[in-house]
T-cell receptor, first 112, second 112 residues
């Protein structure tokens, strides 16, 4: 079963708009929630991450909003640019070495 | 600093053939992982290793074997390739006490 559920599967946004990707989880033992960005032909790379004791983290145009009670977190991309077009994966970390669970990914396309 | 390097980048196999994918990391990371990425299914963990000489099964281990004879290398083997193993394979590594996973650029494998 999918430990982390991600939506939408694909997203098309106009340049300058806001892109929002949502994720949900069930395991309350998760203690770290990263977002990975993947460009075509490349491996995923860490974009931004948050711990559950914080409700929001912002790095430039990228913001994670975290709702611990609802077990949901989301990525907001402000002023979306064509260069942001990529696949985005949310993830959640539990305990042990085999502990990073990924969502199914969202393909973002930003139209000029 | 090369990070995580995967070899080869592309490969076409015939059903029943065998091959080995090589992952090398130069960051002295303890943990290494093999994932497969399929459309709509995100990243699924095949096998992982918490240190030299140790390996463990992930979510989708059937049809694959791994070895970690040296800390910097993690090999993924397909003994008898099947069309269902057509996928993009990613290797990742991370420090034992760390949070960020570093990915290679992927190997696109097609089994015909």
């Amino acid at each position: 079963q999918q430990q982390v559920k991600q939506s939408p599967q694909s997203l098309i946004v106009q340049k300058g708009g806001i892109s929002i990707i949502n994720c949900a989880y069930e395991n309350t033992a998760f203690d770290y929630f990263p977002w990975y960005q993947q460009f075509p032909g490349k491996g995923p790379a860490l974009l931004i991450a948050i711990r559950p004791d914080v409700s929001e983290k912002k790095e430039g145009r990228f913001t994670i909003s975290f709702n611990k009670s609802a077990k949901q977190f989301s990525l907001h991309i402000m002023d979306s640019q064509p260069g942001d077009s990529a696949t985005y994966f949310c993830a959640a970390r539990g305990t042990g070495a085999n502990n990073l669970f990924f969502g199914t990914g969202t393909r973002l396309t930003v139209i000029p | 600093n090369a990070g995580v390097t995967q070899t080869p980048k592309f490969r076409v196999l015939k059903t029943g053939q065998s091959m080995t994918l090589l992952c090398a990391q130069d960051m002295n990371h303890e943990y290494m992982y093999w994932y497969r990425q399929d459309p709509g299914m995100g990243l699924r963990l095949i096998h992982y290793s918490v240190g030299e000489g140790t390996t463990a099964k992930g979510e989708v281990p059937d049809g694959y074997n791994v070895s970690r004879l040296k800390k910097q290398n993690f090999l993924l083997g397909l003994e008898s390739a099947a069309p269902s193993q057509t996928s993009v394979y990613f290797c990742a590594s991370r420090p034992g006490g760390g949070t960020e996973a570093f990915f290679g650029q992927g190997t696109r494998l097609t089994v015909v």
